[in-house]
């Protein structure tokens, strides 16, 4: 199956990527799509039916995909953004916890009833005892410079 004939719009999202990467992360894509939820056994499960390997072998791609310190998070964030340059955008920060070891900060861009992430961070919890407005702080101004390159004027809520 050509995942790059399936999803033709997250392929040019993403053509600023090494092959290797956009390979992976249309992968992953699909398999989030087809699981309908963000839940890695599933996502696994997906990978491994759509590659032929084994579930185990599924979940080490998927986990050393997100732990890929290689992939510019900021230029996906920067094409993602770039969708919405020629339009009125509203942008919705949330900070929410996940599970008791997580804190996790999201940025999404409202359309309709929906909301699309752009950017999100993930902390572990007793890492921010002294630093969570730091980390905030961090967070908005780096998607806002992304914003800034993306050409997007937007209003935050």
Not at 51 to 76: H, M, Q, W
Not at 108 to 126: F, G, M, N, Y
Not at 136 to 150: G, I, P, Y
Request: net charge positive; with cysteine.
């Amino acid at each position: 199956m050509n995942l790059f004939k399936q999803y033709p719009i997250p392929g040019r999202l993403l053509s600023p990527f090494r092959r290797s990467q956009q390979k992976t992360c249309l992968a992953v894509l699909a398999a989030l799509l087809e699981a309908a939820e963000a839940n890695s056994f599933q996502i696994a499960a997906r990978l491994s039916a759509q590659s032929g390997v084994t579930l185990p072998s599924a979940i080490n791609r998927f986990y050393r995909f997100l732990r890929n310190e290689r992939f510019d998070n900021r230029l996906l964030t920067e094409r993602l953004l770039g969708f919405f340059a020629h339009r009125r955008t509203v942008i919705l920060s949330l900070g929410t916890s996940w599970g008791e070891r997580f804190s996790v900060l999201t940025a999404s861009v409202a359309l309709e009833k929906r909301s699309i992430p752009v950017a999100v961070s993930a902390v572990k919890k007793r890492a921010l005892a002294r630093s969570q407005n730091l980390w905030e702080e961090t967070f908005l101004r780096l998607s806002a410079d992304r914003l800034k390159a993306a050409g997007v004027k937007a209003i935050w809520l």
